[in-house]
């Protein structure tokens, strides 16, 4: 099946920076989804980005499919941002499989 | 409008027993999917329902099963229940059309 790799698996910032996060995956896809999980659990969705561009406030993401790979921009990071970031993928075929990568837990310091 | 909704949302069970975990989906989505986060597993695929049918199911074993009812709400039921069960249960739910899925705030399934 498809692999994702999701780097870095840690990252600990000052409140005010900016981070990117990166997601590898081994095969094409049909889905590509960037989620937040809470500290509750709750996956809060972030993206749909199978391919291109989008930006939503501090955050923005780019998904280069022909490249395998997608990017998660963080702006002016606050401490609320902290938690694990999770890239999915659903791969040709799958029938709506959803394979995660094993996350970045990101915390933001005051 | 609501999100994705889960109950319980907490549940302790012994051993050998059965668990039953709700879900309802977005108003208007009619696809449901089952995942499951064990401690060091990650997030895995269990299983996708869509208009009542089972289409896609995971690498579980059949005491992992469930069903979708005509108004697309779904249950997964844990049978014969093992200490490695214990996990955060998560649904989602999309449109048939659409493959975004929206997850709703999980059910944390305790098997002592």
């Known amino acids: 099946g498809i692999q994702v790799e999701q780097s870095p698996p840690d990252l600990i910032l000052q409140e005010g920076a900016n981070s990117t996060l990166r997601c590898n995956f081994s095969d094409s896809v049909n889905n590509l989804q960037w989620f937040h999980q809470n500290p509750w659990g709750q996956l809060i969705n972030l993206f749909y980005i199978p391919s291109g561009t989008k930006q939503n406030g501090r955050l923005s993401a780019t998904t280069v499919a022909t490249e395998r790979y997608s990017l998660l921009y963080i702006s002016s990071s606050q401490t609320t941002d902290s938690g694990v970031y999770f890239c999915a993928v659903e791969s040709s075929g799958s029938a709506r499989q959803l394979t995660f990568g094993s996350g970045t837990q990101l915390t933001v310091l005051p | 409008e609501a999100g994705v909704t889960q109950s319980p949302t907490h549940l302790i069970k012994t051993r050998g027993q059965q668990a039953t975990l709700r879900c309802s989906p977005i108003s208007g989505h009619t696809s449901v999917y089952w995942y499951q986060q064990a401690l060091g597993l990650g997030l895995q695929f269990l299983l996708w329902y869509d208009e009542g049918e089972e289409r896609n199911r995971g690498n579980f074993p059949p005491r992992f099963s469930g069903r979708q009812f005509p108004n697309y709400s779904s249950e997964l039921n844990v049978n014969a229940l093992e200490l490695e069960d214990s996990a955060l249960y998560l649904c989602?739910?999309?449109?048939?059309?659409?493959?975004?899925?929206?997850f709703g705030q999980g059910t944390r399934l305790t098997v002592v």
């Open positions: 989602a739910s999309s449109l048939t059309r659409d493959t975004e899925a929206f």
